[in-house]
């Protein structure tokens, strides 16, 4: 055992819990039962459910027994939003979704050993109770005029959209949840997002009513990033955890790129580097941002946890190709793909200058300044220095027979499809 409150206060991961003394004392007697749930309102999960994640990993790792709640029956509902009311899926589609959903979670846990994790789906004990044995055994206990205080309830019901029956009961649901998991497997933990911590604690208020028990709950900050925008998305959308949604090349990028104001908090909070390492992180991006050695090192360790070392290898494989650290004809054409896709890029369907293509992908603003540029000894086909203002890639020079790779000076890139 370790003392995981400590540590997960050190990573930043405790925005509000229920008493600290007592959660302290909760995992210090343990081992615990902690559950985490995720809803499949989407085909994958993304990075802000990636926190949730890997905060119950940390709890397994720390002696504690997770499990992790697939919301099938959550799923069909939808968590209240700020502003207005969800879209219902199919319940085939959401039970689709519960199935990838659940194949994400799972390799973060391990499921063997005295604290073997468990996989549940909250439909299992919603599918079959009648709307009159919901309301007296699980309505009953809950008060309308705490629920109306929730922040998102509250937030709806003074919008022009206002909230639905339905979006308004979603908490009765988590609360039962809760309950159910207490009453089944000792579960005495709930964590989540600070931002479902009215969910939270409708759970322990009901398991008190119900059991006149004393439960916990943590919650995890909403991340931040120090620009202004909005924590794990790009001008592409969010980044998914799922290879087809977002490519482990993008991926990658997302942490390689991250403002140096930020990577401390992002390698506290998504790292499983030892306090000491990430310190000697810290003290290194602070002496030598320009070296982005956290960031590096974050990308690198994240891509192998969700995608594998094998995907990672062919990512940094890629990334370094592509600033002529590497040769591009070595990379399998998938990886190759996934990397020209985050380029400027064109297509077109014959050969031109190589002049005429740096203009086209927006390296220079005209072809006389791509001329320029050659002579000066800038622009590169495919990491070869152009020599000759007329140059013209000929078709052995089309990589995996189809595209060529635009750079100007050292780190302008842009990629040339020939269909």
Known sequence: ???????????????????????????????????????????SLHLGNLVQILTIRRLQLAGHRPLGLVGGATGLIGDPKPTAERTLNDPAVVAEWVDRVRAQIEPFLSFEGPNAALMVNNLDWTSGLSAIEFLRDIGKHFRVNKMIAKEAVS???????????????????QGMDFLELYRRHGCTVQTGGSDQWGNLTA??????????ASVHALATPLITK?????????????????????????????????????????????????????????????????????????AEELTTLVHGADQCAAVVAASKALFGQGDLAELDEATLAAALSELPRAEVTELAPVADLLALVDLVPSKSAARR???????????????????????????????????????????????
């Not at 759970?203 to 006149?212: K, S, T």
């Not at 104001?261 to 990430?278: G, M, P, Y």
């Open 155 to 173: 937030r709806r019901l003074n919008s022009d959209q206002g909230i639905s029956y339905t979006e308004f009961s979603y908490q009765i649901l």
């Open 226 to 298: 120090a620009d202004g925008t909005k924590f794990g998305k790009t001008e592409g959308g969010a980044i998914w955890l799922d290879p087809e949604m977002t490519t482990p090349y993008a991926f990658y990028q997302f942490w390689l790129n991250a403002d140096d104001r930020d990577i401390s908090t992002f390698v506290r909070i998504f790292s499983f580097r030892s306090r000491e390492e990430i310190e000697e992180l810290e003290r290194s991006t602070a002496e030598r941002p320009q070296a982005r050695a956290a960031q590096r090192a974050l």
């Open 203 to 212: 759970g322990i208020d009901l398991i008190h009513r119900v059991e006149g």
């Open 1 to 43: 055992m370790t003392d995981i409150v400590d540590e997960l206060q050190w990573r930043g991961l405790i925005a509000v819990s229920t008493d600290e003394d007592a959660l302290r004392k909760a995992f210090a007697d343990g081992p615990v039962t902690v559950y985490c749930g995720f809803d499949p309102t989407a085909p």
């Open 373 to 419: 540029t050659i002579k000066e000894g800038g622009a590169y086909l495919n990491n070869a220095k152009v020599t000759s203002e007329d140059a013209t890639p000929s078709a052995g020079d089309l990589i995996h027979g189809r595209w060529l790779v635009l750079r100007r000076g050292k780190r302008n890139l842009g990629a040339v499809e020939v269909r």
